[in-house]
Structures are given as C-alpha cells and as structure tokens.
C-alpha cells in the first residue's frame, strides 16, 4: 500500500557530501514515520536515520550523529537524508523505510519496527 523509492546514492569521496530522497507514494496518510537504514557488505543491516511524519521528531544513530541529517518535505512525500563528512565506512546499500503504526519512540531504530522498504540505493565513499 505505500512504496518507496530511493534515490542520489553515488560514489564520493571520503569527507564529501551525498542527499538521498526518499519518494513515498501509495497510501502515504497512513505513514507514522520513516528512517534510513544502510547495509555494508557482510554485514546487518543498521539503522542511521528516522524522523516522524507530522511532528519531525528527528533520531540519529551514533555513528551518524552530527554528520548526517534527516528531513522530511510533506507536500512532496519525500523524507532526505543530507550525509556530510563521509567516511568510508558510510559504504554500502542505503535503504529507506516507512512504519504506519505510531510506535514506541525508543524501537524506531529496529528493522521490525517498519513496515515498508525501498529497494535501495548505493552509496560508495572512496577515494
């Protein structure tokens, strides 16, 4: 009922800059929230990113904190994620996600939480 797409990953360089957007479509008046995860190779899938649909609440993940923020535009349906000060383990697939329950604040950095996913986009930070 809502569908995802990301884009604006790329290849940077370490200490560069990267938006991604995240277009939401379908049912979007029923979106709660939605954040960024991200997934280097071999590894789990982690969240980065979340802020809420209404009121913005904004929640960062540690090793993102104070390099990367989340914004959300509600007439365009659009959550972005401004990634400054890349490093190179940024590396990997980022993954936007939407949850249409209200949940509790302190489980919006678990993957079970969303209900939706994108199908991904690359983001590269090497020289």
């Known amino acids: 009922q809502v569908q995802l797409v990301e884009s604006g990953g790329g290849l940077v360089q370490p200490g560069g800059s990267l938006r991604l957007s995240c277009a939401a479509s379908?049912?979007?008046?029923?979106?709660?929230?939605m954040g960024w995860f991200r997934q280097a190779p071999g590894k789990e899938r982690e969240f980065a990113a979340a802020?809420?649909?209404?009121?913005?609440?904004?929640y960062y993940a540690d090793s993102v904190k104070g390099r990367f923020t989340i914004s959300r535009d509600n007439a365009k349906n659009t959550v972005y994620l401004q990634m400054n000060s890349l490093k190179p383990e940024d590396t990997g697939v980022h993954y936007c996600?939407?949850?249409?329950?209200?949940?509790?604040?302190?489980?919006?950095?678990?993957?079970?939480?969303?209900?939706?996913w994108g199908q991904g986009t690359q983001v590269t930070v090497s020289s």
């Open positions: 379908g049912r979007t008046f029923s979106i709660y929230a």
């Open positions: 996600a939407a949850v249409v329950m209200p949940p509790r604040w302190d489980l919006i950095t678990t993957r079970a939480t969303y209900n939706y």
């Open positions: 802020i809420s649909w209404s009121g913005g609440r904004t």
